[in-house]
C-alpha cells in the first residue's frame, strides 16, 4: 500500500517577468502615457520567448530590445534645435565606426599602434614612479630622514651614513628624535625554510625593533619586534618580506609561528611585510628582517668588526639610523638641535640630515638611475609621438581620399566645422580602441621589465613592483589629446579646399606641393624616429658584444661558475674537504664536465686602501680581490701562467707563503718590471698579531668579472695554505653543452647530500651580462619599439609611394608620350622616397646628437655616433623604403596616355 | 495631392491597420508588416510613427483590457480615421499616377 503523499501541494509556476532592471531604464526613456503600451508590448513578446527559447535567452533578447527601444526613441524624436548637436554627435559617432570598419587594416594598424605605445608608455612611467618618485610606500615619507655624520680630515670632508653602534642608543637616550636603527651585513645568509631541507641565499636586513613605528608601517599579516626580541643572545625572531613570503610560502596566511632554520639556529617568523615596502634600500630589498641584536648569531663569520674590534658594543658596528621629523620641526632646526647635544659617541662628526626617500638609491647608482629613467622616459615618449604621428597620417589619407564627398557636402551647406568634427571622431574612437587595447598589452610589457636590472643593480624582478594606474590614465590621456590634436590638423588639412578646388584636382595633371607636404612631414618624423630608436638598440647590442668579448681568450661562454656553501648545511670544514674530493670523485668521468677547479673568495680590499708592497704603503687604484684557489684552478679557467711558477704541492700550511697575481696588479706592483719575488703584507692576519709576507710567484692574465673594472686586481692564494673553510665556488668547463654540464654538476652535488643546495651554475657570460642589465634592458626596450618604429615608418613610405602615383599617373603619361623611358620615370617617382627618406634621416641624426648626452653613459665601449651602427641602420631604412616604393614607381612608369585619357 | 507627406514607415502603418480591418494593437501591426515586406521594423519607429499619425488625426486610440501576459498592462488599440482613410487613398492616387508608365521599365532593371 503506497503512504499518504505528504508532500505540500505543488505551488503554480511564478509566471517569468522581465529584467526589472531594464524595464526601470525603458521606462526613463520613453514617454509616460505610451509607457504602458511598449512595456506590455515587449512583455507579451517576452512571454513567448520564455515559452520558446528559455528563460535566460529571453532575458538577454529583453535587454537588447529595451536598448534599442531606448536608442530609437532618443534619436527619432523631435526635440528642440538646441538640443539636435547631441544627436549629430551620435550619428557622426556611427558613421564613424562604420567608416573606419570599412577599411579594416588601416584601423587595426591604428589601433594596435596606440596600444602598444600607451601600452609601453604606461609600464616605463610606473616603473620611474615606483623607482625615483615614491620609492618609499610608508606615511609622510617626506617626514622621514637619515642621520648622516660628517667628518673633517686632512683629505677633505667625509660623510659617513652608517654609525658605530653605540651612537644609536646615545641619540635614542636623548630623546630629542623618534629614532630607529638598520643594518646589513653586506653576505647573503643560507636560510632553511623548511626543517630538514636545503638552504637557499637569502638576504637579511637587521632592524631595530622600533623602526616600523617610525616608518609608520604595520605588518600585513603578524605583529612586529617586541623591543624583548631585540636584545642579545634571546630566540631569534624574523619578519619576511611579501615577495619571500610568496615564494617560499606560497602566501600561506598561517606561516606566522613556523620556525625556519638559519645556520644551526631556529628562527621563528612573527609577521610579514606589506608588498608595497621593499626595504629602506632599493639596491638590496630584503627577503627577511631580524631584530638587530641578531647580527651576532646570523653571521659571526665575516662580520669583523662583530667579534673582533667592536665587540663591546656589539650587536654591530654599523647601523643606519632612521628618524621621524617631529610636527613643526623643520630638518634645519633638528640638525642644530642634535648638533647641540655634543654627543661623545658622534665622535667630533656634525649631524647632517638627508631625505630618507632620496637615500633609497644609493647615491652612487642615482645618477645612473635617474639618467636611464630619462632614457626609458624619452624613448616611450618618441613611441607615443610616432603613434600619434602614424595614426594623423592614416586619418589624413583617409580626409584626402573623401576630399571630393567633403566638397560636395560643403557645396550642399555643411559646415567646415561639421565635416572637421566627423575626421576629429574617428580619432577620438581610433585612440580610445587603443587606450582599452594598451591595458593588458602594458601589464605583459611590464611583466617583461622584471627581467632586467636598472643602473647600480637594482633588480626589478626583486622590487616586486606593480603598474600604477595613475600613470595608465595619464598616458592614455596624452596619446588621446595627442590623437585628437592629429586628427583635428587632419580635418584642417583635408578640408582646406574648396569644391571648385576638390573637383579640379581629379583632372589636373600635377598634384600641388601643398598636398604632399603634410604627409611627407609625419613620414618623415617616422624615419627619424625609426633611426634614433633602432640605433640606440644598436649601440646597445653592441655594447653587449664588447662586453662578452672581454674574455674571449678564455671561451668563456663555457665555463661556469657557482657556489656550494656547506656551513648552511651543518659541514665544519673536515667533513666539508671530504664533500668537495668525492664531488671531484664523480665528475671526473663525466663527458659533461671537461675541467674542474675549486676557488674561494677571502675578501677584498676597496680602491684607495694603502697596502704594504715590500715594506712601503702603496694606494692601491681600485678594488682588489684575494681568492683562494686550488692546484686545478687555473688549468679550468684557462689562465696560463706568464712569467714566474705555478702553485706546487709543496706550497702547503707552514711553508712560505706565495701568490700568483693578475697581469693589472703585477702591474701596480713593479710597473714594466718583473713582479716575482715581490712581497705583499698579509692583511687578513689575526687581530694583536704582526702581519705576514706573502711573496708573488706568478702572473696570470686578467679574468674580466666586472665590467666596470677592465683592469682587475687579483691575488691568486693557495687553499692549502688558508684557514680550512666549507665554503667554495666550483668553477668548470663544459666539454659541449653548457646545460648539460651544470646539470651533471647539480646532479653529482645531491648525489652526495641530497640537503645541499648549490646556487645556481652561471657562465662567465651570462655573469657579465648580469651586469650589463640596463644595457640589455635598453636593447629589448628600444629594440621592440624600433621594430614597431621600422614597420610604421615602411607603411608610411608606402602609402605616400602608391598614392603619389597614383595621383600622378596622368602626369607620368604625359611625359611617357612626350618621350620618356620607363627608367626616367622610375627615377623620377624613387626620387621622391629618397628625397623623404633623406629628410627623415637628417633629423633623425639631429635628434640622436641631441640625446647623445643621455644614452653615453649607458654605453659600453661604443660612442653615440658609432658609424657601424648608424651606417646600418640608414641603409636598411633606405633600402626598406626603396623596396615598397618599387611596386608602385614600376607601375606608374608603365601607364600610356591614351589609358589615363579614356579612364578620365 | 496628400495634405502632408507621409514616412515610410507612417505608410506602411495606414496600410497595415487596413489589412487589419481598421482597428489593431501595435505587436499585430509590426508583425503585419513584417509579415508584408518581408524585413523587421525597429519597433520605436513604429511607436513615433503611431504617435505622429494620431497628432496628426490620421488615427484614433482606445485603451483595451489588461492582461497577464502582458504584466498587468493594458493594449492600446489603434483604428484609422476618416481622415486617415482619405489621406491614404490620396497618396495612393499619387503613387499610381507617378508610377503609370514606369512599372515596364523598373521591371527591365536586373535584380
Request: aromatic share 6%.
Amino acid at each position: 500500500m503506497n503512504a499518504p503523499d505528504s508532500r505540500p501541494p505543488a505551488r503554480p509556476a511564478r509566471p517569468s517577468r522581465p529584467p526589472r532592471v531594464a524595464e526601470w531604464l525603458l521606462a526613463r526613456h520613453i514617454r509616460p502615457d505610451e509607457g504602458a503600451m511598449v512595456r506590455g508590448d515587449l512583455c507579451e513578446a517576452f512571454r513567448r520567448r520564455v515559452d520558446g527559447t528559455g528563460r535566460g535567452r529571453a532575458r538577454a533578447w529583453y535587454w537588447i530590445e529595451s536598448a534599442r527601444l531606448t536608442w530609437g526613441f532618443w534619436r527619432w524624436t523631435p526635440r528642440p534645435r538646441w538640443q539636435r548637436g547631441t544627436v549629430m554627435a551620435m550619428d557622426d559617432l556611427r558613421y564613424a565606426v562604420r567608416r573606419l570598419g570599412r577599411q579594416p587594416l588601416a584601423t587595426m594598424v591604428s589601433i594596435a599602434t596606440l596600444a602598444c605605445a600607451i601600452g609601453a608608455a604606461a609600464a616605463t612611467w610606473s616603473l620611474i614612479s615606483a623607482v625615483l618618485l615614491h620609492p618609499l610606500p610608508v606615511r609622510a615619507p617626506d617626514r622621514l630622514v637619515e642621520l648622516d655624520l660628517r667628518y673633517e680630515t686632512s683629505r677633505g670632508t667625509n660623510t659617513l651614513d652608517v654609525h658605530l653602534y653605540p651612537l644609536y642608543p646615545a641619540l635614542r637616550d636623548a630623546g630629542v628624535i623618534d629614532l630607529a636603527g638598520w643594518g646589513s651585513v653586506g653576505a647573503l645568509v643560507p636560510i632553511a625554510t623548511q626543517p630538514g631541507d636545503g638552504a637557499r641565499d637569502a638576504r637579511v636586513t637587521f632592524i631595530s625593533h622600533d623602526l616600523l613605528g617610525v616608518l609608520g608601517l604595520q605588518p600585513s599579516l603578524g605583529r612586529s619586534f617586541a623591543a624583548a626580541e631585540d636584545q642579545r643572545g634571546v630566540p631569534l625572531v624574523a619578519l619576511l618580506s611579501d615577495r619571500f613570503w610568496r615564494a617560499e610560502f606560497g602566501g600561506d596566511r598561517g606561516v606566522v609561528g613556523r620556525v625556519m632554520r638559519v645556520r644551526d639556529r631556529d628562527i621563528v617568523i612573527v609577521g610579514v611585510l606589506p608588498r608595497e615596502f621593499r626595504g629602506l634600500s632599493l639596491t638590496a630589498p630584503p627577503d627577511l628582517y631580524l631584530p638587530l641584536h641578531a647580527i651576532d648569531q646570523v653571521q659571526p663569520v665575516g662580520n669583523y668588526f662583530a667579534s673582533g674590534v667592536a665587540a663591546g658594543f656589539s650587536p654591530s658596528a654599523w647601523v643606519h639610523l632612521v628618524a621621524r621629523l617631529p610636527d613643526g620641526v623643520s630638518a634645519a632646526q633638528m640638525t642644530d638641535r642634535l648638533n647641540g647635544l655634543a654627543l661623545d659617541a658622534a665622535r667630533g662628526g656634525t649631524f647632517q640630515l638627508a631625505d630618507l626617500a632620496t637615500t633609497a638609491i644609493p647615491e652612487a647608482s642615482r645618477a645612473g638611475v635617474e639618467a636611464f629613467s630619462r632614457l626609458l622616459g624619452l624613448t616611450v615618449a618618441l613611441l607615443l609621438a610616432i603613434g600619434s604621428v602614424t595614426v594623423g597620417l592614416l586619418l589624413l589619407v583617409r580626409t584626402e581620399s573623401r576630399a571630393g564627398e567633403f566638397a560636395m557636402c560643403l557645396a550642399l551647406g555643411a559646415t567646415r566645422l561639421r565635416l572637421a568634427a566627423g575626421v576629429a571622431i574617428e580619432g577620438v574612437l581610433l585612440a580610445a580602441a587603443g587606450a582599452v587595447l594598451a591595458l593588458p598589452v602594458s601589464q605583459v610589457l611590464f611583466d617583461g621589465l622584471r627581467a632586467f636590472d636598472l643602473p647600480g643593480g637594482i633588480s626589478l624582478d626583486r622590487l616586486d613592483l606593480a603598474i600604477d594606474g595613475r600613470v595608465v590614465a595619464a598616458a592614455m590621456t596624452a596619446a588621446v589629446a595627442s590623437v585628437v590634436l592629429m586628427a583635428v590638423v587632419a580635418g584642417v588639412f583635408g578640408l582646406r579646399r574648396g569644391l571648385s578646388d576638390a573637383l579640379r584636382s581629379q583632372t589636373a595633371a600635377t598634384p600641388r606641393v601643398t598636398r604632399r607636404r603634410s604627409r611627407t612631414a609625419l613620414v618623415a618624423a617616422q624615419v627619424a624616429v625609426t633611426l634614433v630608436l633602432v640605433s640606440g638598440a644598436g649601440l646597445f647590442a653592441r655594447s653587449l658584444g664588447r662586453a662578452l668579448a672581454l674574455n674571449e681568450a678564455l671561451h668563456s661562454d663555457r665555463l661556469l661558475m657557482g657556489a656550494i656553501y656547506l656551513d648552511a648545511n651543518g659541514y665544519d670544514a673536515t667533513r666539508a674537504q671530504v664533500f668537495f674530493d668525492a664531488l671531484r670523485a664523480r665528475l671526473a668521468p663525466n663527458p659533461a664536465v671537461a675541467a674542474l677547479g675549486y676557488s674561494y673568495s677571502l675578501g677584498s680590499m676597496s680602491g684607495g686602501y694603502p697596502i704594504q708592497l715590500d715594506g712601503q704603503p702603496r694606494e692601491l687604484p681600485s678594488a682588489m680581490a684575494f681568492v683562494g684557489i686550488d692546484d686545478r684552478y687555473l688549468r679550468t679557467m684557462g689562465l696560463p701562467v706568464s712569467a714566474g711558477r705555478d702553485f706546487t704541492p709543496d706550497d702547503r700550511a707552514g711553508a712560505p707563503l706565495v701568490a700568483i697575481v693578475s697581469a693589472s696588479l703585477a702591474r701596480v706592483v713593479a710597473g714594466d718590471g718583473d713582479p716575482i719575488g715581490h712581497r705583499i703584507a698579509e692583511i687578513f692576519s689575526r687581530p694583536g698579531e704582526p702581519p705576514d709576507t706573502i711573496e708573488i710567484v706568478g702572473v696570470v692574465p686578467d679574468v674580466i668579472t666586472r665590467v666596470n673594472r677592465l683592469e682587475p686586481l687579483a691575488l691568486y692564494r693557495p687553499i692549502a695554505q688558508q684557514r680550512p673553510s666549507p665554503r667554495r665556488v666550483v668553477t668548470f668547463r663544459a666539454a659541449g653543452d653548457v646545460g648539460a654540464a651544470a646539470a651533471a654538476v647539480t646532479e653529482a652535488v645531491r648525489g652526495i647530500d641530497p640537503a645541499v643546495r648549490p646556487s645556481p651554475m652561471t657562465t662567465l657570460d651570462s655573469q657579465l651580462l648580469d651586469q650589463m642589465g640596463p644595457q640589455r634592458f635598453g636593447m629589448a626596450v628600444m629594440g621592440a619599439l624600433g621594430a614597431i618604429a621600422l614597420l610604421l615608418s615602411v607603411l608610411g613610405a608606402w602609402v605616400l609611394a602608391e598614392t603619389m602615383a597614383a595621383l600622378r599617373r596622368r602626369e607620368m603619361g604625359i611625359r611617357a608620350a612626350l618621350g620618356a623611358t620607363g627608367g626616367h620615370l622610375r627615377t623620377l617617382l624613387l626620387a621622391d622616397t629618397f628625397r623623404l627618406v633623406g629628410l627623415g634621416l637628417a633629423l633623425g641624426f639631429g635628434l640622436s646628437w641631441l640625446g647623445a648626452g643621455t644614452i653615453r653613459a649607458f654605453l659600453f665601449q661604443v660612442e653615440p655616433f658609432d658609424p657601424v651602427v648608424t651606417g646600418t641602420v640608414s641603409v636598411l631604412i633606405v633600402v626598406l623604403a626603396v623596396l615598397v616604393s618599387l611596386r608602385p614607381a614600376f607601375a606608374a612608369a608603365r601607364v600610356d596616355l591614351a589609358t589615363v585619357l579614356r579612364e578620365d | 495631392m496628400p495634405r502632408a507627406a507621409l514616412g515610410d514607415v507612417e505608410h506602411f502603418v495606414l496600410i497595415a491597420l487596413l489589412h487589419l480591418e481598421g482597428e489593431s494593437y501595435s505587436v499585430a501591426i509590426m508583425d503585419e508588416i513584417r509579415r508584408r515586406t518581408g524585413r523587421p521594423v525597429a519597433k520605436a519607429a513604429v511607436y513615433i510613427a503611431l504617435r505622429r499619425l494620431e497628432e496628426k488625426g490620421l488615427l484614433a486610440s482606445r485603451v483595451g483590457e489588461a492582461t497577464p501576459e502582458r504584466g498587468g498592462r493594458a493594449k492600446r488599440y489603434f483604428r484609422l480615421t476618416p481622415a486617415g482613410r482619405r489621406q491614404l487613398r490620396d497618396v495612393r492616387e499619387a503613387f499610381v499616377r507617378m508610377w503609370a508608365g514606369a512599372e515596364d521599365l523598373v521591371r527591365k532593371t536586373p535584380r
